[in-house]
């Protein structure tokens, strides 16, 4: 199964949409979970859009100096918008679930700025640079036999006040008054 950025691209064209219409209708129920275990600390919400894609919306936390982010693949084609902030960010290229490749490029990317990974054999980190950053991020159906990390510790999910507020965060951050 091989999905080009030039999709996921475009699936993520349909998900901005389709996230402004769900955060206004606001009967699209949203899951979520507090990926805590490893830096950068992410307080994420998804859901499914179609068959084909779900959304999820991040709030991905500083690290702390002198820790190290964690440096992962993807288990699906995804594409990223970021809506604020910066980040760097770290890309290398090896088996997922193997030993962790060496990084290849570093780069930072800023606040309006759309990225991919559509390859199951890519790895990235990423870092905010000051404050915390929020994305939105589509992703795909699972890369054949692929599997994602495992926590290195059991992951809760978002008290619903803080999930409240990382909904109305994201509808102040995409213009939306309800």
């Known amino acids: 199964m091989t ?3 030039a ?3 475009d699936a993520l064209s349909l998900a901005e949409a389709w996230v402004e219409e769900a955060l206004v ?3 699209t129920p949203w899951n ?3 990926v805590n275990d490893e830096f950068p600390h992410v307080r994420r919400l998804w859901t499914s859009m179609t068959d084909e894609y779900r959304v999820a919306l991040h709030r991905i936390e500083p690290i702390p100096e002198g820790q190290r982010p964690l440096f992962h693949w993807h288990r699906w084609p995804a594409a990223f918008l970021l809506l604020d902030g910066a980040y760097d960010t770290g890309v290398g290229h090896g088996p997922p679930g193997g030993t962790p490749p ?3 490029l570093v780069s930072r990317c800023h606040a309006g700025e759309r990225r991919t990974m559509v390859d199951p054999n890519e790895w990235h980190w990423i870092r905010p640079t000051r404050h ?3 994305t939105i991020m589509v992703f795909g159906k699972q890369y054949p036999g692929v599997r994602g990390r495992k926590a ?3 992951l809760s ?3 619903l006040l803080e999930r409240n507020r990382m909904l109305q965060d994201m509808q102040r951050l995409l213009g939306i008054l309800t």
Request: glycine share 0%; proline share 4%.
């Open 3 to 5: 999905v080009s950025a």
């Open 7 to 9: 999709e996921m691209l």
């Open 25 to 27: 209708d606001r009967s």
């Open 32 to 34: 979520s979970l507090h």
């Open 102 to 104: 060496n990084i290849e």
């Open 132 to 134: 915390a950053v929020t």
């Open 152 to 154: 290195t510790r059991e």
């Open 157 to 159: 999910a978002l008290p």
